[in-house]
């Protein structure tokens, strides 16, 4: 497939990708988004959007990557599973292809019992791993899931997200695998901050060659203080923090510019890992943070698709 969006061209091209990630507002403020985006634009090749991350309503990721777009960014919308059925998913991304939006990242979603409105019906009409077929059959066949064609081309660049961490630990790379064979194009991983371990989950994967079939992105969480890095370590699941960092959090004079040291030097070691296709940065609530990491990182300046 020719290459398409940003992202893809400079993945594509063998190039070190840079992405980062903003929460839409809990509202309607389209200058927040924009403001954000504005942050960001010199110092990433493409920008997630979140829907309704941890199961709270923002403004949705469709509208968010439009504002996105009108700035000049190449915006990565996110779909989860959790709220909408095939139809209203299908839908959302025949709609996104016409507004200009080539990237969709595949996910499952928070489960709704996470945020502030449990009682919410949970739809997960599809898994993660059959809307990437749903995307892949739209881009490569122009056709829906009940087979009838659709007009137009949808020349998509299919994400998914991947955990290195979790158990059982070799399963991670055969749920890869499987991610990758319903087609998905790149991958963006749960925040690493144990590189050795992360390491580990990679030489699997090359094992497996896949790192010469999907892009593999590797997430970031850049940490503000020791009261997130225990929060992290000790509540959100799918994130391994070792001790030794949170004592470093604790004890720091400067917590912010500690969170800011330790992944500094995560992505430097990341970088060193083959297979390794590019770093994704989640800031989300700072990100006025990634020019500093992205610029101290030495990541820039970022190619022009």
Request: aromatic share 4%; net charge neutral.
């Amino acid at each position: 497939m020719k290459a398409g969006t940003n992202l893809e061209k400079v993945l594509e091209s063998g190039a070190f990708a840079v992405t980062a990630e903003i929460g839409p507002p809990k509202g309607t403020a389209a200058r927040v988004v924009q403001r954000k985006g504005e942050t960001l634009k010199p110092y990433v090749d493409a920008v997630n959007v979140t829907n309704n991350q941890t199961a709270i309503v923002r403004m949705c990721s469709l509208a968010s990557c439009v504002i996105l777009k009108q700035l000049g960014l190449d915006p990565v919308m996110q779909i989860v599973c959790r709220d909408r059925n095939r139809i209203a998913i299908q839908s959302d991304i025949l709609g996104a292809v016409a507004l200009g939006i080539g990237n969709i990242l595949c996910l499952s979603g928070d489960h709704q019992k996470l945020g502030n409105q449990p009682d919410a019906k949970g739809v997960f009409d599809l898994d993660s791993i059959q809307l990437i077929q749903v995307v892949k059959k739209l881009r490569d066949e122009k056709k829906l899931i009940c087979g009838e064609e659709i007009s137009g081309e949808a020349p998509l660049f299919i994400g998914a997200a991947e955990n290195p961490y979790a158990d059982p630990f070799e399963y991670r790379v055969v749920r890869l695998l499987k991610k990758v064979k319903a087609g998905a194009d790149f991958i963006q991983t749960q925040a690493i901050y144990d590189v050795s371990k992360f390491a580990q989950w990679m030489e699997l994967v090359r094992d497996k060659g896949l790192d010469q079939q999907v892009h593999i992105l590797a997430g970031v969480i850049p940490t503000r203080s020791a009261g997130m890095a225990r929060y992290m370590r000790d509540y959100v699941a799918g994130v391994y923090v070792p001790d030794e960092l949170v004592t470093r959090m604790e004890v720091a004079r400067d917590a912010k510019e500690e969170g800011v040291k330790i992944c500094l030097e995560i992505i430097e070691q990341i970088k060193e890992i083959p297979g390794v296709h590019g770093v994704h940065i989640m800031a989300v609530g700072w990100e006025d943070i990634v020019p500093a990491i992205a610029e101290r990182a030495g990541l820039l300046p970022r190619p022009i698709g």
